[in-house]
């Protein structure tokens, strides 16, 4: 696909392209909120995308070809994926994941409300005989990668050891900054450590019924409308008929913190939004987040943010 091709199917009815060039094309992904893809062409049958997304909207994927291979890191937020048995899995922050077809999302969408992430995807069907040779000459071994990290049969998630932290982090720093040309080097070294993976690099993926996921965010969504009251995470969990564990369990993984922990830093960037509006005492900004008095709340405040309300809302 040369770059000025724009396809629908691989974005949806609401996209638009804002830029096109030979080598560069940068999508409006059309959601709610913000959501922006930023594709390079490097080889025939391999691009390099970057995902800027800050959004709670959840959207289906783009139509795949059938022989995919897709390695994505995520730098910041939360990446949420249903696959088409409608089990749910997560990309956390600092992590990066392989893919083959069978397992890439049939929809996604970002917990936290933003992701900014990399995916490089290879088109086996499309590459080149001059693309092919490239890599042979590497070498690079695409059969390789998918046979040793079982991509037939799962997702592969793993923490991102040293040496792609820095490759990741070079990618990142060069948007705006360097060729496509770069971007080619880098996307066949990204390969080339990929096929150095073994299975016992990456972590066993979670995957949770996707009833089990939507009980958890109405739990979530009660938890963050209701932020003055002493709730019972127990009952709401019996409600929607969770055990609690299970219920701890599939909250961590969908936000990245325990709910307490969670519900803690919520309320205290809302406080610290509070703060800079200038617009509430502070006594009323604890009392409207659940606190009896304001020095439990500054004492809170102070060890999510390192300095007390008061101070913070001078510095404001």
Known sequence: MGRTDFNPEWYGAQAKVLTSNEDQMVVDYGCNGRGIVKSYKLFDGIQLCFLDFETDESMKAQKFNPDIIQVTHCQTGRYECEFTNHTVAYLPKGYFSIAATAYLPASFSFPLGKYYGVSLVIDRQALSEETRRIMQ??????????????????????????????????LYTAVEAETTGYFKIKALELLYHMEQLTRVNGCDSKYFDKKQIQATKVIREYLISHLDEKVSLEQLAKEVHLNLSVFHLIFSHIYGDTPYAYLKKYKMNLAAQWLSENKMKIGDIA??????????????????????????RKNS
Do not use: C, M
């Not at 000459?137 to 990290?149: C, M, Q, S, W």
């Not at 409207?288 to 007390?308: C, D, P």
């Open 137 to 170: 000459t590497i070498p690079i071994n695409l059969d390789k990668i998918g046979a040793t990290l079982g991509l037939e049969t799962r997702w592969y998630v793993s923490d991102t050891p040293p040496q792609l932290q820095h490759l990741f982090l070079e």
């Open 287 to 312: 009392l409207e987040l659940g606190y009896s008095n304001a020095s439990k709340f500054a004492k809170a405040f102070q060890s999510v943010y390192g300095i007390l309300p008061k101070d913070y």
